[in-house]
């Protein structure tokens, strides 16, 4: 089986919601499945989040249809899982260019369109967000309602856990989270079961049916009212999971079948009559199946969760050409090789480890990885007991997922000198992920902490001796570095404990200075050799480390030299070169200098390439930068 091939003639007539709503109930389920069959052939062409976005096809299809978007808030989490709310709401032209310079965003976006509700890209922010807008609501006496669309390991995160309680302990009556659940395992007779009766529960004559058993039981003598509670506390834990979610203070709904539009349907109006009655919040908790309705992603959603161009009917994928190791592999196999020499070292990842090639590790040593969820806050705390305790733990989590546990690493890791790596994956630019996820911030977050060493190698083989380096400093260290392949420079035997805080002069110069961090350098190296074909001198020098930094050298060649260009791949406030700057002033050092880095704007998704050379970040835009500070 590959997928389905309905017809996609009723996706012509849906440009927005209210045109989806225009239909009779009974071709809602034909609306799905041609958006089903869109989202593969689209998504073979260009790449992109493909088994998140089928599993939440009829639930998404299904809440458009009987809730009043955009007038009724629908807060997705992540964001990849929106595929098909993309489509509903007039951007289904635009799939040919997802991702691409120019065209619309793989995650949400407030500015895009008046239907994302709330920009998402990282998880566990939805039910926060939807409760904020429902109490607005209520504050401002508006009578529209927030539905929050969590799922795909969303609920892994602790700030769902927060907001839950809070909207609980509010009794928001206009607020509506939709759990989706493609993880949970409940045998079929059960699950049908469940589903019939939160169906049935949740309908009008039923509620009416409690409500007059309630007061019935109310006007009479003795613990009646009690025991039919504990009764029916009893009866929901036997058929159904939703105990937590009823301790919460919410009205569970669930589980229902995900994929049975009807039922779907049914459900979703059976809620909205219940928040017309004031029965909120409800949470409705759906199953489905990660990658449903294509095979091959359903039997692996692992793998075809984020994918490049595929042949929709054997679902393979071209075949890779061979080329330099990538960043993250060179990374896990280091880590594999030393966890060898060391029984101390353990790997901790918030829900990449595939992502970061932890997966690797893994396999190497089960028991000394941690998958923690996407909990990135727990993650670096779980990392600071086990250093309290002796151990080294490696936690390899994404720039951008980093800076969500901030207060932890100030905290909980670098206050107390303990002894974590943070291994920073996609450090810098990344591509078709866009501004939720570009690596830019962390530099200048992390270099003003206390006992931290903050680095980054300019190549893949340098990356292996600052893994090293990093687990052998007795304190907290982090290593940045970018996402994909590296330069295929030769790789060294062995990885080796690196100097702390010493750069590399690769090479002299008199007329100026080039300092770059990062990978930065090898462009900073090309621009310096077009330079000297121009009869000008750069010295090129590679930074190596932000903290602590090589101050003697930066000062001694800028003392040298007539001018000095700066290079990194991070937001230029409180960078790289700030820290430069900051250096040249302490000694006193009067020389022009530039730093180049990315703007203090949002970089939005495109090709990297691209947008290092539109910021002058690539060979020529730094050798044109030497260029207007020498005269050459």
């Keep these: ?101 120019g065209g619309i965003g ?23 967000a939807a409760l904020g807008m429902a109490r607005a609501f209520e504050h401002q006496g508006r009578d529209q309602c927030a539905i929050a669309f969590i799922g795909d390991g969303g609920m892994t995160a602790g700030m769902a856990f927060e907001a839950l309680n809070h909207a ?25 079961m469940s589903s019939y009766l939160s169906r049935k529960l949740s309908a009008p004559m039923v509620r009416r049916m409690k409500h007059w058993a309630k007061d019935f039981l109310g006007s009479m003598p003795g613990d009646m009212v009690h025991w039919a509670q504990k009764a029916e506390e009893s009866l929901k834990v036997f058929f159904s999971p939703g105990l937590l979610f009823e301790a919460l203070g919410f009205k569970y709904v669930g589980p229902i079948q995900g994929h049975r539009t009807d039922i779907v349907l049914e459900t ?39 994918v490049g161009k595929f042949e929709i009917e054997s679902g393979k994928f071209p075949p890779s050409k061979p080329g330099p190791p990538k960043y993250q592999r060179v990374f896990a196999n280091t880590l594999i090789d030393l966890a060898k020499e060391d029984d101390r070292i353990v790997a901790i990842t918030a829900a990449m480890s595939d992502g970061t090639s932890l997966d690797l590790f893994q396999k190497a040593f089960p028991s000394r990885f941690y998958d923690v969820g996407i909990a990135e806050q727990h993650a670096v705390t779980f990392a600071a007991g086990l250093a309290a305790e002796g151990m080294k733990p490696v936690a390899a989590i994404y720039s951008t997922f980093l800076q969500r546990a901030y207060d932890q690493v100030v905290h909980d890791v670098c206050v107390q000198n303990l002894d974590v790596t943070l291994a920073m994956d996609r450090a810098g630019l990344v591509g078709a992920d866009g ?26 083989n340098e990356l292996q001796h600052m893994v090293r380096t990093a687990i052998a400093y007795d304190g907290p260290a982090a290593v940045r570095y970018p996402r994909g392949a590296g330069f295929g420079v030769p790789m060294d035997p062995d990885a080796k404990t690196l100097p702390i805080g010493q750069a590399e002069l690769l090479r002299d110069g008199d007329d100026a200075a080039i300092m770059a961090y990062g990978t930065c350098v090898h462009d900073a190296m090309d621009a310096a050799n077009d330079l000297a074909g121009d009869g000008v001198s750069v010295a090129v020098l590679n930074a190596r ?56 704007e949002l970089m939005e998704h495109g090709d990297p390439d691209a947008q290092r050379a539109a910021i002058g970040l690539d060979a020529a835009g730094i050798a044109r930068a030497v260029k207007g500070m020498t005269g050459a």
């Design 1 to 101: 089986m590959t997928t389905s091939k309905p017809d996609r003639q009723v996706l012509e007539q849906i440009h927005s919601p209210a045109d989806l709503r225009a239909l009779p109930r009974e071709r809602v389920d034909e609306v799905a499945q041609a958006i089903r069959a869109e989202i593969v052939e689209n998504v073979s062409k260009t790449g992109g989040h493909l088994a998140s976005s089928l599993g939440a096809v009829e639930l998404i299809t299904a809440i458009h249809y009987v809730f009043d978007t955009p007038a009724d808030r629908l807060c997705l989490d992540v964001g990849h899982q929106g595929y098909a709310h993309k489509m509903l709401t007039g951007r289904r032209g635009g799939f040919g260019e997802i991702g691409k310079d």
């Design 106 to 128: 793989k995650f949400l976006r407030r500015h895009e369109s008046e239907h994302d509700a709330f920009g998402a890209g990282h998880a566990g922010t939805s039910i926060s």
């Design 168 to 192: 609980g302990g509010l009794r928001q009556k206009n607020l509506v989270v939709v759990l989706n659940d493609n993880e949970m395992s409940i045998s079929p007779n059960v699950g049908a």
């Design 268 to 306: 979703f109006e059976n809620v909205r009559e219940m928040l017309r009655a004031g029965d909120g919040p409800i949470l409705v908790h759906a199953l489905t199946a990660k990658g449903y309705g294509y095979e091959p992603a359903q039997n692996d959603p692992f793998k075809y969760h984020g």
């Design 435 to 460: 501004a939720t996820h570009q690596g830019m911030y962390d530099i200048a977050y992390l270099r003003t902490l206390p006992n931290i060493v903050v680095m980054a190698p300019k190549d893949e």
């Design 545 to 600: 480390f932000v903290k602590p930094l090589d101050e003697e050298r930066i000062v001694a060649l800028a003392r040298k030299v007539g001018a000095v260009v700066t290079v990194e791949e991070h937001a230029g406030m409180g960078g790289f070169g700030s820290a430069v700057l900051e250096a040249l002033a302490r000694a006193d050092v009067q020389v022009p200098v530039r730093c180049l880095a990315i703007p203090d």
